[in-house]
C-alpha cells in the first residue's frame, strides 16, 4: 500500500534503498532521538532492516519528499503492534525537518490506520529531549497520558519518555488551523 501527499510518497522500503536509508538516518541527532536505531548505522542495518517481513498489523514505509521535481528519501514512519495496543513512530533526516513533512506523513498514517487497518486508537511516544516530535504529535490529535523511562538503544541509557494516546474513533484533527479558530 502506497499513500500520496501533496509533497510526499510513503511506499514499502526496497533493499535497492538501503544506501539513501543509510544516508538519511545515520545522523547522532536521528539516531539520540529513537528508541530502537543502533548506533552507529551502516548499509547492512538498512539492508537487514528493509528485508524483513512485515507482522500481521504492521505497516513501515519509506518517506519521499517530491520538493524541487526528484523524489529523495528524507525518512520512515510506522505503526507496529504494541502489547494491545498499536504505535506510530517517525523519524527525518536532519535537513528534512521544520517543513512538515512529519505532520503530513502522520496525517496519511492516520488514515492508513483508521481505514486500511481498522484500528480505534494508536499510542505514540517522544523522548522528552525531543519536544519537536511532541508538537508534530499534538498537530495529529495525540494526547499526553504520562513519562515512563524508555531504553534508547543508540545511546545505551534509559530516558524519560512521553507518552501519548490518540482515539481514532473520534472525528480527525482539523488540517486547517483558521478553520480551528472559527
Known amino acids: 500500500m502506497f499513500a500520496r501527499t ?29 528508541a530502537r536505531l543502533p548506533w552507529p548505522y551502516t548499509v547492512e542495518h538498512a539492508t537487514e532492516w528493509l528485508s524483513q517481513m512485515s507482522r500481521p498489523g504492521e505497516v513501515s514505509r519509506v518517506i519521499l519528499a517530491h520538493d524541487g521535481g526528484e523524489a529523495r528519501l528524507v525518512g520512515g514512519i510506522g505503526i507496529h503492534p504494541d502489547g494491545d495496543a498499536h504505535e506510530i513512530g ?4 536532519p535537513d528534512a525537518w521544520g517543513r512538515g513533512y512529519a505532520t ?27 519536544p519537536a516530535s511532541g508538537r508534530v ?19 545505551g541509557v534509559d530516558k524519560p519518555c512521553a ?15 483558521e478553520r480551528m479558530a472559527a
Open 104 to 130: 503530513e506523513a502522520g496525517r496519511a498514517m492516520l488514515g492508513i490506520a483508521r481505514y486500511s487497518m481498522g484500528l480505534k486508537r494508536l499510542t505514540s511516544g517522544h523522548f522528552i529531549d525531543n
Open 6 to 34: 501533496q509533497r510526499l510518497t510513503l511506499r514499502p522500503g526496497w533493499i535497492e534503498d538501503a544506501p539513501a536509508l543509510t544516508a538519511a538516518i545515520a545522523h547522532e541527532a536521528v539516531a539520540f532521538k529513537l
Open 90 to 93: 517517525y523519524w527525518l533526516t
Open 163 to 177: 507518552t501519548l494516546d490518540l482515539d481514532l474513533s473520534e472525528d480527525e484533527p482539523c488540517a486547517d488551523p
Open 137 to 155: 504529535l499534538a498537530k495529529l490529535g495525540f494526547r499526553n497520558t504520562g513519562v515512563v523511562m524508555r531504553h534508547c538503544l543508540a545511546q
